[in-house]
């Protein structure tokens, strides 16, 4: 038996959570076009072959500019110094810039032993736009154990990844039963699936602003389950793009998440979505550590 974790860390929007969902071929960690999706550190658990790879979907790593980017950043880094593997997600289509340098960087002083460039997005790359990139992540970044190429979205060679992934892994024990593919609190993923149909149906600072907690919870065993979700916001003008005219938004947005949360949890439930402002919210720490963001003491 074989087992290992791997982080797959880079700046923002550059394809970790399409990617740790494919490898696991379940939706574990919510998607979107919009950078600093990922505010958690999410667990894609892989069992093939007698290998069991852990997988860690880090948020993207970026300079902070309030305390939610803070505790997030941390939380990428500190992953770094933890896992046996440090996986680094490049857009291929993208010139290696100041996040990708700055990246980089971490991860090195992280001290991490074995270090694996992934190229994303080759289903958009020439060979010769490949061999390019490759020499660029040589001259721009510096040295890694192997540089990969893939398509997260549509799934080339993850075979060949996890192949090449495999022969770092040492001897050890399955951590996690074969057949569990996330330790996700449950409760965890329906927050995040509520946030997920926010940031698709918002636009601009929506996304950023806004934090998801269930309030209450009454469970029935003959009936629908209810939940109460409370949606901060940090203004009166997001609550009101939120709720939407007439509140046709929320309504959508409730319809939508309700459906997703009900094929997880396999039985049809109530959803009471509550829009609340609560003003700068991710700057303060009590309220973040509420949600259970953690900081360094």
């Known amino acids: ?6 982080a797959l860390t880079g700046r923002p929007n550059v394809g970790k959570s399409t990617l740790i969902n494919k490898i696991v071929k379940e939706k574990v960690a919510i998607v979107s076009n919009k950078p600093q999706t990922t505010r958690d550190r999410i667990k894609g658990i892989l069992t ?9 979907d880090t948020p993207g790593i970026h300079k902070p500019k309030h305390l939610l980017g803070e505790s997030m950043t941390n939380s990428a880094i500190g992953t770094l110094r933890e896992v046996d593997i440090v996986m680094m997600i490049l857009d291929g289509t993208e010139p290696i810039g100041t996040g990708d340098k700055y990246v980089y960087d971490r991860i090195i002083e992280s001290g991490a032993e074995i270090t694996i460039a992934i190229i994303n997005k080759i289903d958009k790359l020439s060979d010769d736009d490949i061999i390019n990139k490759k020499i660029e992540i040589e001259n721009e970044l510096g040295e890694f154990n192997e540089i990969l190429c893939l398509s997260a979205e549509y799934g080339i060679n993850i075979v060949e990844m996890l192949k090449k992934v495999e022969k770092y892994m040492e001897e050890g024990v399955m951590y996690y039963p074969e057949d569990m593919y996330t330790d996700m609190p449950m409760y965890k993923m329906i927050t995040e699936i509520i946030r997920e149909k926010i940031i698709w149906h918002t636009e601009e600072e929506i996304p950023h602003s806004v934090a998801i907690e269930i309030s209450h919870v009454e469970k029935h065993k003959d009936a629908k389950d209810r939940f109460d979700i409370n949606i901060y916001v940090e203004r009166d003008s997001q609550k009101g793009i ?3 005219k007439e509140g046709k938004l929320l309504k959508k947005i409730g319809t939508e998440s309700r459906k997703e949360i009900e094929f997880l949890l396999e039985r049809k439930i ?3 979505l509550w829009v609340k402002v609560k003003e700068k919210w991710r700057t303060q720490k009590p309220f973040l550590k509420d949600l259970g963001y953690i900081f360094e003491e």
């Open 1 to 6: 038996m074989k087992s290992g974790f791997i």
């Open 48 to 56: 093939l072959n007698n290998t069991q790879y852990v997988f860690i």
């Open 242 to 244: 939120i709720i939407g």
């Open 270 to 272: 109530y959803l009471n």
